[in-house]
């Protein structure tokens, strides 16, 4: 590593204070917090001295400007060397100005409303005193039982992969040195989190390297090209070896062939975890696995604090390991002008102005307008003002739509349903139920509701999860809504009136009682701040709903995993010469999902037609078009996601049966016409070889484009390529690219 321009600094601090950079605490712990010396649980067992609390490197979790500002102060009174606290936090889809949860987001296929919403965030964050989030998560998901489903894009390697870029772009902007509206992202949780055996958090993660390089990396890796400057471990093992205390996977991979030299910080408490998932005996192993396997930063446990210093001076581990880590976090507060200005952008008098801004509402607003899936219309909607509307449901009038992780935003500040629903539709025209609770209910609840129902003309109902039933540890057998809310729908469908259901959740939810019972359903997941506004624009038809599942809908839990890019089997259910019974199938449940990923519906019809390629031959240097004209065949103006899949015919490998290569949203009037290309070139066909080689291979491919993964138009084409002799050349191998 070249002689950092902070050695100098580096060789006047003892090996306490150095040590200590490497310890995060939580913002009780410091003088000037606003909750200064409130530790309870298990943080006061920590066993932390106060010299340690004076030197430690980082702060997490503040509460604005203020707070940043006292704490950054009385720490430059107490550090020897004047260094900088750095202040970081779980800004993840928000800051006060709260967007939609990040599964939402991605079902807008929106980048740039995507980026813009980190953009945003950044802005907030760092003029309230943060330089660093706990952002994206780049987790892939298959398993919707998972309560972090929520904070994905899905279930895409490509989708996700975008995602994680836009996201990066809007934390940091284009250079974090200069921009201190900006904040340093933080890319999680590396790796493979969200394939957590039977979706319950913090469980054993088990596949081959092979699909961890071809499904779940992607994403961080997409996210380290875009320049996040941090990463944070996982919780779960990955192949045997917790991620906070594998060297496999941070040294080897991530450090030496990714090449990434930023800092890597623990999840909270996972260096500790090592000892109760049984690979270390003591925190002082706990400290000697983590930082050899290279983590910099520790979150929330003390096996750094306690155990380094005695690690070093037995000569167990090298000093050498722990100077490279404060090289790594002088690195990041130095490019984020700390050393010159430990205050950067905190400004009481300017957060006041900037956070939850009315332009920022907007843009949250928007957001959430394009993130609502309409999963299923028989013409009820748009709702007409003239109807009388019986809102009811747990969530006709509650502020709970932020969803998890919105920590700094505020229920109060969220637009309910209700509240905006009657802007829309004045007394006698809106009339409110309650109904039920989030879990229980009671018989005068549901009499007032179907009385309110019977004396309507539309029920809209209003029901879902209560935030904290998905998130982190939020995980849950049953992908079904609380059993009060079915029986609910089913009393109101007694009253025989058109009926409406709009679902506040952050999973994939098993939907079949809803769809059997209602006339539409708008999933709007957790909408955010303006959730409310958003969907009364869209149930009333200012705007028609465009966004599209970036995660499967299974039929039941028993299917579950069930995912778009799966693979065939030998024994493909639809095969034309498919035996009756010994296929791979189930005997009572369809194999699809109930609604597929890409699947979203709009207030006006698409039609799809005349597909074609530019050639039905690629070699290797070549790019093909593959063009489609696309056509608003209904009576309403509307976006429509147009997605490009591609199927290996025949790999070395099994190849999925789609996989997402690109999509383009276009925006089309009542019988407009457009005509949509999409360029397709040999790398966008690699995959990693039974020998991780990442290659393409010469042979057929279909093509498929259209609206969802399911109704496509289909194409083919050949790859072909100078077969030269085929060596075992590692040189091309154990890349990730996208
Ligand atoms: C939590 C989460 C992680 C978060 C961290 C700090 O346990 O797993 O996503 O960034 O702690 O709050």
Redesign the pocket.
Same mark, same amino acid.
């Given at each position: 590593m070249p002689l950092s321009k902070f050695q100098p600094l580096l060789n006047e601090m003892t090996l306490t204070e150095k040590i200590a950079q490497l310890v995060q605490l939580a913002a009780p712990f410091f003088k000037g917090s606003k909750d200064e010396g409130q530790i309870t649980g298990p943080l006061a067992g920590l066993g932390l001295s106060q010299q340690t609390v004076k030197d430690a490197g980082s702060v997490? &979790?503040t509460s604005g400007a203020e707070e940043v500002i006292r704490i950054q102060k009385a720490h430059l009174q107490e550090n020897r060397h004047g260094i900088p606290l750095l202040f970081m936090? =779980?800004i993840v889809h928000g800051y006060k100005t709260i967007f939609p949860v990040p599964i939402a987001i991605g079902c807008s296929f929106d980048l740039e409303l995507a980026e813009k919403s980190a953009e945003i965030a950044a802005k907030e964050a760092a003029v309230s005193g943060l330089h660093v989030t706990?952002a994206p #998560?780049a987790d892939l998901v298959r398993d919707p039982r998972w309560g972090r489903v929520m904070?994905t894009t899905g279930e895409d390697p490509y989708l996700n992969s975008e995602f994680a870029r836009a996201f990066v772009r809007g934390f940091q902007g284009q250079n974090l040195s200069l921009e201190s509206s900006r904040v340093a992202a933080?890319v999680?949780?590396f790796a493979a989190y969200g394939a957590a055996e039977g979706g319950r958090d913090y469980n054993t993660v088990n596949m081959s390297e092979r699909e961890l390089r071809e499904s779940y990396l992607p994403a961080y890796k997409a996210a380290l090209d875009e320049g996040a400057e941090m990463v #944070?471990t996982s919780?779960n093992t990955v192949d045997g070896i917790p991620a906070t205390g594998n060297k496999n996977l941070m040294r080897d991979l991530l450090r030496d062939e990714w090449q990434f030299d930023g800092i890597l910080i623990s =999840?909270? &408490?996972a260096v500790k975890e090592l000892i109760p998932h049984g690979v270390a005996k003591d925190e002082k192993e706990a400290a000697r696995k983590a930082i050899e396997a290279g983590v910099d930063i520790e979150? #929330?446990s003390a096996c750094y604090a306690l155990n380094l210093e005695n690690l070093v001076l037995e000569g167990t581990i090298n000093e050498a390991l722990i100077d490279e880590a404060v090289l790594r976090i002088f690195t990041l507060k130095d490019k984020l002008g700390l050393f010159e200005n430990p205050y950067r952008a905190a400004d009481p008098e300017e957060e006041k102005k900037v956070v939850l801004s009315d332009e920022n509402r907007v843009y949250a607003r928007t957001l959430a307008e394009k993130s609502c899936v309409l999963l299923k219309n028989d013409g009820l909607l748009p709702l007409n003002v003239s109807k009388k509307v019986a809102l009811i449901g747990p969530f006709s009038t509650s502020g709970d739509i932020l969803g998890p992780?919105s920590w700094m935003g505020s229920k109060d500040e969220a637009v309910t349903l209700y509240e905006a629903m009657k802007t829309r539709l004045s007394h006698p025209n809106l009339i409110t139920a309650q109904g039920c609770e989030i879990h229980t209910g009671s018989e005068e609840q549901l009499a007032k509701a179907i009385e309110a129902a019977t004396n309507a003309d539309i029920i809209l109902l209003a029901l879902g999860e209560a935030s904290e039933m998905s998130g982190?540890a939020g995980s849950r057998t049953s992908i079904q809504l609380p059993q009060v809310q079915l029986e609910l729908i089913k009393e109101l469908k007694k009253v025989n009136k058109p009926m409406a259901a709009v679902l506040f959740n952050g999973r994939p939810l098993d939907l079949h009682v809803i769809v059997e019972n209602t006339d539409a359903i708008l999933e709007a997941w957790f909408p955010g701040t303006e959730g409310g506004s958003a969907i009364a624009n869209l149930l009333f038809g200012d705007s028609s709903p465009s966004a599209k599942l970036t995660m499967s809908f299974p039929y039941s839990v028993g299917q579950v995993p069930v995912y778009y890019n799966c693979y065939n089997t030998g024994r493909p259910k639809d095969a034309v010469d498919a035996q009756e019974r010994y296929v791979s199938q189930y005997l009572d449940s369809p194999n699809e999902p109930l609604f597929p990923f890409g699947f979203g519906l709009s207030y006006t019809t698409f039609h799809y037609e005349n597909p074609s390629l530019s050639s039905s031959v690629m070699n290797e240097n070549d790019t093909i078009e593959i063009s489609v004209k696309v056509t608003n065949t209904g009576d309403a103006s509307a976006e429509e996601i147009v997605q490009l899949y591609i199927q290996d015919v025949s790999g070395e490998v099994v190849r999925p049966l789609k996989e997402l290569k690109a999509f383009q949203k276009i925006f089309l009037q009542p019988g407009q016409s457009e005509q949509v290309t999409f360029q397709l070139i040999e790398e966008q066909l690699r995959y990693y070889h039974s020998n991780l080689n990442f290659e393409s291979d010469p042979g057929n491919f279909h093509v498929y484009i259209g609206g969802n993964s399911r109704d496509t138009l289909s194409l083919s084409f050949e790859l072909r390529k100078k077969m030269e002799g085929k060596i075992n050349d590692n040189s091309n191998s154990i890349k990730i690219s996208n």
């Open positions: 997490l &979790g936090a =779980d706990f #998560m904070e933080c999680k949780h #944070m919780f =999840d909270w &408490g979150i #929330m992780w982190e």
